[in-house]
């Protein structure tokens, strides 16, 4: 592949060679009723407020719109699920054993929950169809605890849209990590949420300076296909 082809992939999206992958759009992280969000509303009511008004108002409809684009043009879709195979938890890495130590004490359970706990689904308004694959990851990152660049290798994927939640946490760790494996990460600025916008925001501007491209799911749409 020549550089050329690193250089803009947003002028063309080949549905044969890109894959969109929506980032944990989970109940925990999305329906402030749960641990996280009980916990997160406790240090910031406001900010929670407005990241919650930002999913259904943005977030969650982009979504839908950048999973009809791939869908009529039978392209590759992917979701991932954060969580642990674990009661214990003792399969996630530290800084999230430490958080769930914390939710333990402030909120009386861990903030992350394990897969099979109802709070881990995706939200049904984002359902995976039969042939779509869910990734289930213990870590952050999407490639720290799957081998997903070797299945998108694999398929001959070049270039992943992500989209989902948390832009600065998740998402921007996908970018990363998906940008050091010299695939083209395009993350979608209108189909991710932050819980502080302008964090949201800095995490837009460090991706689109060094690790990937931004742009809105406008631009997706109108070059996918």
């Not at 690193?6 to 894959?19: G, V, W, Y």
């Not at 689904?121 to 042939?131: E, I, S």
């Not at 070797?150 to 992500?162: C, P, S």
Request: charged letters at 25%; a negative charge.
């Amino acid at each position: 592949m020549t550089g050329e082809e690193h250089d803009d992939p947003f002028l063309r999206l080949d549905p044969a060679t890109s894959a969109l992958i929506v980032i944990d759009m989970q109940g925990y992280f999305i329906e402030p009723g749960h641990a996280f969000g009980r916990f997160m509303t406790g240090l910031n009511e406001a900010s929670v407020r407005a990241f919650g008004d930002r999913v259904e108002r943005l977030v969650v409809p982009n979504i839908q719109r950048l999973l009809g684009a791939f869908r009529a043009a039978k392209g590759h879709v992917f979701y991932t699920q954060m969580g642990s195979f674990r009661a214990d938890r003792r399969d996630m890495p530290g800084w999230a054993r430490r958080h769930n130590r914390v939710g333990e004490a402030v909120v009386g359970e861990p903030l992350f929950p394990t897969f099979d706990e109802p709070s881990c689904r995706l939200d049904t308004r984002l359902a995976p169809r039969a042939d779509e694959q869910v990734i289930r990851k213990t870590t952050s990152g999407l490639l720290a605890s799957t081998r997903t660049d070797q299945m998108l290798t694999v398929l001959g994927i070049r270039t992943v849209v992500v989209c989902g939640v948390l832009t600065d946490v998740c998402v921007a760790q996908a970018a990363r990590e998906l940008g050091d494996r010299d695939f083209n990460a395009l993350v979608v600025e209108d189909a991710c949420a932050a819980l502080d916008e302008r964090v949201h925001r800095a995490s837009l501007d460090t991706i689109a300076m060094t690790f990937g491209q931004v742009g809105p799911t406008s631009q997706v749409e109108a070059r996918y296909g």
